[in-house]
């Protein structure tokens, strides 16, 4: 597995985390995302993001979202973490949420993602739906 995928989250709040998801390909094509997760609570599972590390990631079926997924294994105490198309926190349980740009559009004071489903048949076709490291910074 030689494809990587870099994700630095920039902004911790009190109810979520922002941040980009960076891909770089062999030409040094640099392709970025949005993120949106849940804020950082000792990784408590439904309730934080996951740790800063290293997770193989694979794209695989979802039994709750009905569709294949990329999932981030072997997550420390958690399981399915997958990278899911999500517009507010309040739709992730510890999962990464990817969008085009940010905008408060439920008017609640936090960014939201816009965008999002389409950034994640974007990130889906970009990564060929191959397994790639996740690099979380």
Do not use: W
């Amino acid at each position: 597995m030689n494809k990587k995928i870099y994700l630095l989250r920039e902004d911790y709040r009190e109810k979520e985390t922002t941040g980009i998801l960076i891909h770089i390909d062999n030409e040094k094509t640099v392709t970025t995302f949005l993120t949106l997760e849940l804020p950082y609570k000792n990784n408590k599972r439904k309730i934080s993001c996951i740790e800063k590390g290293l997770y193989q990631c694979v794209y695989t079926y979802s039994n709750k979202f009905k569709k294949y997924t990329y999932e981030v294994k072997d997550v420390p105490n958690r399981s399915g973490i997958r990278i899911h198309a999500a517009n507010y926190f309040s739709q992730l349980n510890g999962c990464i949420a990817l969008g085009l740009t940010m905008k408060d559009i439920n008017h609640d004071g936090e960014n939201d993602t816009t965008e999002s489903k389409l950034a994640i048949g974007m990130f889906e076709q970009l990564m060929q739906r191959e397994p790639f490291e996740l690099i979380i910074l």
